[in-house]
């Protein structure tokens, strides 16, 4: 096959992003513009990019390296989604002025190795791609100045990362040993046709239920979700915003892909099905607890994880689409729920519900932006979290797992006190003393609106954005 | 039928264009102002709806593609049951933005932007012939409901909000399920189409049931009726008002629509234990109000009380019951929303709801105290008042089915006359008189309590009209029910030995 690098200019352009801030950050800083005053810009014109290179198909590198409607879609959230957490990141408090270069670096670089995720059809190559973007993600999260207060937090919120992840990511490679072993080949295509019933190749299931755990680690699916609220609490708000939502989409892309193995009735969607239940209860019920702000959204994404699952077990081309759409959906409503956290906070501390309070007064547009966000979360219409749930479960019934349905929609019903309990705080309360000043600037209110906007706009018309989901899974699955 | 706009969609989309215009607004006073001509403007845009046919069919269809990948549709009409929904959410606007006119002075802007979202909301909900755009309007009445109740509401304004949010919302979860189960078993959302196709007993069993409780929660009927007192005692007077005269008409619209036409056999089924229900429902919530201290409180488990009549009507599956149903429904929309009404007037005057601080009003607000008697009159259903109607209609069909729900429903009856006498009484002649300072109903106050009065006379002294309105959708809905469920119960019956005979109970819709 021709290599043809027009195939993978997003990949490229991210690189070259990549290279750029690796040479700034090799100054001191005194002769270049600040790192947070340009790449925005250029973070912008990615997503430009990989508009451009929409509609490129092909398989690359021997095999391992697939561009097809899925990955080009997933590319596009990626760089959407590096964009507005590089504006989000740009205002960060606290994080000093000369590291920043550095800080914006190894983002880009844990976004680079999603979108190769995005593309990978090769269990190494897959591991590879997510090592690139945890491994960057691991020097991000401790990068924290928290004032000289002597609070630790972040540290140990980048060691549990890095510990969690590597007895995850090992894990994973021990498990495709077993597959390499058993199957004979580490391709999806490839694996595709084998079988993958317990009878039949006990050594496999096994080994890809080991390998999925290095997914479900990204994903913060239960049981591998203990680092999920402490990371999201450590690291500052911006980080957290970036660690809350990007790498869930590279992981749902290869579960995604992973999928197309998963037939409804093996012992291996099952599993993955009680492990969507038990996420998404254990997840809901955990955050009903929560006073920091941060640690609520950390064990509602382990919800919205086992929602994920929903899609993936069904087993039918609607169902990995509504998958894809609704990663899509989690990601812009945590990205606002984090834009207004990370306003909020001006001063770079940890929220907690308290700090909410009577933040309609102080600031209008921030409350309904996550006014917007909490109901979205919950699932509430007309936004894009209903439609997606919707799809979820229209796909997933009557495919078997009609149990895994109705515990999702029991979830909804006890997300709802959680989530609601943003709203009340910011509406219902009246602000004590020592809340935070939020950031009433044009800056931060645009991005709230314009993302609360997509929120709402995808979620009464979805059409259009469900027809690309559906084109990349019906590719998967024909 | 032409009128040069989309009726239906201009009365969805209309209060919302204008609740988006009150942020360019900073005055209260313009506020209230400008959402009254709103509100009226609404009313004018509704006059097409007045060359209503009246016959059974669909009118002012709209129907357009919205996820045509899911086979989601943009569709609305309205026939006998639902037009006079509309008509009364569309109706109730206007009376809410004067009874809030001083009552609200916090955060106007706000309170009349719920109020307007609300309406838009509603109108969806009673319009939609879709399955999921009804759950979308549906849900999203929830939000500014709950906002009402949480910023304006009283002491425990925060308890009630969020006891009717989670209950509401875990009730349509499922509703939701059930949804999605019909599509995936009848093909489509379309809610037409959908009452033409025969379902299994097995499954109508369990959509039944996920649909009912999400119905009855709202109603509410009997066991889940406790977050209405909290939500309609904390709720401001504008807010108590749509929850009366709208909200709780949405369960009993849920059942009329989806429970009967959908899922006839189970509602047969189910329909001693829906009457058994109901009849607890009016005896318990009639029962509980003749101890309440709370004047407000009272009228909320009367409501419980009145909807109890609703339900019943329905299940009793006659013209007669279903006929008195949707008029208790209007009736109590107009009674019980009025009645809100002046206990917010009172609360104005007095700052307290209770019995003993609002007592002897006979002597000093005479026009108070007249519009009262009148309301608490229709409210037990005395005759010449429209309550009287509804309840006749309720009674004629529950002794058409059998004497002894009929013998059920004397001591309802009774019991309602008594706690409305004892409040009355104690308001008119109480002593100490309490109001001896108090201003009688200024003009305002006379505008908003007029008009449902008129109301009150009109549909009790000549139901004509709207038995002209309602009627053949009504025979049709029953009508539909009858062959439909004899269909569905030969079906069953060949269905259940093959099934036994294979053991295993093939498709069963939702336990898996």
């Not at chain 1, 007895?167 to 084998?194: C, E, M, N, P, W």
């Not at chain 2, 189910?270 to 009272?298: C, H, N, R, T, V």
């Not at chain 2, 009025?338 to 019995?355: D, P, T």
Request: with cysteine; hydrophobic share 55%; proline share 5%.
């Amino acid at each position: 096959m021709v290599f043809n690098p027009i195939q993978i200019v997003p990949e490229l352009y991210q690189l070259l992003l990549i290279l750029a801030l690796f040479f700034q950050s090799l100054g001191d800083g005194s002769d270049t513009p600040p790192a947070e005053r340009w790449l925005p810009f250029f973070a912008g014109f990615g997503i430009f990019v990989c508009i451009v290179s929409w509609g490129a198909e092909g398989l690359l590198f021997g095999g391992a390296y697939k561009i097809d409607a899925l990955s080009q879609f997933i590319k596009l959230a990626i760089s959407a989604g590096f964009y507005v957490t590089v504006l989000n990141a740009s205002r960060q408090p606290s994080l000093e002025e000369r590291k920043r270069p550095d800080y914006f670096m190894f983002l880009a670089l844990s976004a680079w190795g999603l979108m190769i995720l995005s593309s990978a059809v090769e269990l190494i190559t897959i591991y590879l791609a997510l090592e690139i973007s945890s491994y960057s993600l691991y020097a991000v999260i401790p990068l924290r100045n928290t004032g000289g207060l002597g609070d630790k937090r972040a540290a140990e919120a980048g060691i549990k990362y890095i510990l969690f992840g590597a007895v995850a990511t090992a894990l994973a490679l021990y498990g495709f040993s077993y597959i390499l072993a058993s199957q004979h080949t580490s391709y999806i295509s490839q694996l595709a046709l084998r079988t993958w019933t317990w009878e039949g190749a006990p050594m496999a299931v096994v080994g890809l239920s080991l390998f999925l755990g290095g997914m479900f680690y990204k994903l913060a699916l239960f049981p591998f979700h203990f680092w999920c609220p402490d990371v999201y609490q450590g690291a500052s708000n911006e980080t957290a915003g970036f660690v809350a939502t990007l790498p869930k989409l590279g992981a749902v892309v290869v579960l995604v892909r992973l999928a197309t193995l998963l037939k409804p009735g093996l012992e291996i969607t099952t599993l993955l099905a009680v492990l969507g239940a038990a996420s998404m209860t254990y997840g809901n019920l955990c955050a009903l607890a929560q006073k920091d702000l941060k640690r609520l959204l950390g064990f509602s994404s382990v919800a919205h994880a086992g929602y994920i699952m929903v899609g993936l077990v069904s087993g039918t081309a609607m169902g990995l689409s509504a998958a894809v759409f609704y990663a899509l959906a989690y990601l812009v409503m945590n990205l606002l729920c984090f834009w207004v956290i990370s306003r909020v906070a001006s001063d770079g501390r940890n929220l907690q519900l308290d700090d909410l309070n009577g933040l309609y007064k102080r600031a209008p547009a921030l409350a309904f932006a996550l006014g917007v966000g909490a109901f979205a979360l919950v699932g509430l219409p007309p936004t894009i979290g209903f439609m997606g749930k919707f799809f979820l479960i229209t796909s997933a019934w009557d495919h078997g797992y009609n149990w895994l349905v109705i515990t999702l929609v029991v979830n909804s019903a006890i997300a709802i006190y959680y989530y609601l309990g943003l709203v009340r705080h910011a509406y219902t309360h009246e602000a004590g003393e020592d809340v935070p000043t939020p950031d009433n600037s044009a800056f931060s209110i645009c991005g709230a609106t314009l993302l609360a906007a997509l929120v709402l706009v995808l979620g009464m018309v979805p059409g259009r954005v469900f027809d690309f989901a559906i084109m990349a899974g019906k590719q998967l699955l024909p | 039928m032409e009128f040069g706009y989309p009726v239906l969609t201009t009365l969805i989309v209309f209060p919302l264009l204008a609740a988006a215009g009150l942020f360019f607004i900073k005055s209260p006073q313009v506020t209230r102002a400008y959402t009254m001509g709103a509100s009226i403007l609404e009313l004018i845009l509704a006059i097409p709806l007045f060359t209503f046919k009246h016959n059974a069919e669909w009118q002012f269809v709209e129907r357009a593609h919205w996820v045509p990948q899911w086979g989601l549709e943009y569709h609305l009409a309205v026939d006998g049951i639902s037009y006079l929904m509309v008509m009364l959410t569309l109706a109730i606007l206007p009376l809410c933005v004067m009874c809030s006119w001083t009552y609200i002075s916090k955060r106007v802007k706000e309170f009349h932007f719920c109020l307007l979202f609300m309406t838009a909301a509603c109108v969806g909900v009673f319009a939609a012939l879709d399955f999921v755009l009804f759950y979308v309007f549906w849900e999203a009445m929830l939000i500014p409901m709950y906002l009402l109740i949480a910023v304006w509401g009283g002491d425990q304004r925060r308890y009630a909000s969020l006891k009717f949010f989670l209950y509401t919302l875990a009730g349509s979860t499922l509703l939701l399920a059930a949804i999605v189960a019909f599509r995936i078993t009848g093909g489509t959302f379309s809610i037409p189409e959908l009452m033409q196709f025969p379902f299994t007993f097995q499954f109508q069993f369990w959509t039944f049931l996920a649909m009912a409780l999400a119905f009855a929660i709202k109603v509410p009927m009997f066991p889940f009726h406790t977050w209405l007192p909290a939500a309609h005692v904390q709720a401001p007077s504008a807010g108590s008002v749509i929850l009366a005269a709208v909200l709780l008409k949405m369960g009993t619209y849920g059942f009329l629509r989806f429970c009967l036409p959908l899922t006839p056999a189970a509602s047969e089924y189910f329909a001693p234990l829906m009457i058994a229900i109901s009849i607890a429902s009016i005896l318990y919530g009639g029962a509980i109000a003749l101890g309440q201290e709370d004047i407000k409180k009272l009228v909320a488990y009367s409501s419980v009380g009145h909807m109890g009549f609703v339900t019943l009507g329905i299940f009793l599956f006659n013209q007669r019951g279903v006929e008195g149903a949707l008029f208790q429904m209007l009736n109590h929309g107009i009674i019980t929303g009025a009645l809100f009404m002046m206990i917010g007037c009172v609360y104005e005057r007095s700052h307290s709801r209770q019995i003993v601080d609002n007592m002897g009003l006979g002597k000093y607000l005479p026009a108070f105290m007249g519009f009262w008697g009148l309301y608490a009159l229709a409210s037990l259903g005395f005759p010449g008042t429209n309550g009287f109607v509804g309840e006749m209609l309720v009674f004629t069909g529950a002794f058409q089915k059998s004497y002894i729900v009929g013998a059920f429903l004397v001591p309802g009856a009774l019991l309602g006359a008594a706690y409305m006498f004892r409040v009355s009484l104690k308001m008119a002649w109480g002593q100490p008189s309490s109001a001896k300072t108090w201003p009688d109903l200024n003009t305002r106050e006379w505008a908003y309590l007029l008009i449902p009065a008129a109301f009150v006379f009109y549909i009790g002294l000549a139901p004509g009209f709207f038995f002209k309105l309602i009627d053949p959708s009504v025979e049709k809905l029953v009508g539909d029910f009858k062959q439909r469920n004899t269909v569905e119960q030969k079906v069953t019956a060949e269905a259940v030995p093959a099934a036994v005979a294979a053991v295993v109970v093939p498709a069963e819709p939702v336990n898996n």
